[in-house]
């Protein structure tokens, strides 16, 4: 089973509003990510957690928070969003052992729009 | 520092026509590479990988890829394209190092016609 799940498939919030993203997968990968995707755009890394703890963080506004309460469940926290906000959340997973590095899964993401 | 160029953003064929999205890196190590596809509001799906070994990759649908180390290159090709290929294609390299992000090129659109 390769298969990275992600829900909700679509989201629209107010500015004022918090809401959170999940993300699950059973492959037994240590290392999950957050990338935030725009149109026509490749993914842009926003946090990675390995062994549960958040190892990068790639400046992103506190208006977003991860949080990777165990091994499979990584969620993401939205408080306070700018419309410029909106976009497809991807979330992915890999193995982490040592080098070489392994593919990252990528789940199916939350399309959000910021009103 | 590692990066991916993609060259060509829109690639446009004919159904039945042979498919070719460049893909060159740059890497002061040996380089870990994939390309990724993408349909309309999906996910990435990984096509295939380059890591050790054979330099010609087998990937799903039908595609391939050849690692050439003295091009620094990994080209995608498809001998025969579907309707159902349409979608952005990303190459992809690893910066060898277990729980970081991959980095991506801009991706390719491709487009087949009837």
């Known amino acids: 089973d390769t298969e990275v799940t992600q829900t909700p498939k679509h989201l629209v919030m107010g500015m004022t509003n918090k809401k959170s993203l999940k993300c699950e997968q059973h492959m037994g990968h240590r290392a999950m990510y957050w990338y935030k995707q725009k149109a026509k755009k490749p993914p842009e890394l926003m946090f990675v957690?390995?062994?549960?703890?958040?190892?990068i963080n790639e400046s992103v506004p506190s208006r977003f928070s991860p949080e990777c309460p165990n091994s499979s469940l990584l969620n993401l926290h939205l408080h306070a969003l700018q419309p410029e906000d909106s976009a497809l959340y991807l979330c992915a997973s890999s193995q982490v052992i040592k080098t070489p590095i392994y593919e990252q899964y990528f789940g199916p993401g939350t399309r959000l729009t910021v009103t | 520092a590692q990066s991916v160029t993609q060259l060509g953003s829109h690639v446009s064929v004919s159904e039945g026509a042979l498919v070719l999205l460049r893909c060159n890196y740059s890497s002061s190590v040996p380089p870990y590479l994939f390309w990724y596809v993408q349909y309309p509001n999906q996910g990435l799906q990984l096509l295939l990988k380059?890591?050790?070994?054979?330099?010609l990759v087998k990937g799903i649908n039908g595609f391939e890829a050849e690692f050439k180390k003295s091009e620094t290159s990994f080209h995608l090709t498809k001998p025969s394209a579907h309707m159902s290929d349409a979608a952005e294609y990303f190459c992809a390299v690893s910066p060898n190092q277990a729980g970081t992000a991959l980095i991506f090129g801009k991706g390719t659109t491709l487009s087949v016609s009837s």
């Open positions: 957690y390995s062994y549960e703890k958040l190892s």
């Open positions: 380059y890591t050790t070994g054979a330099t």
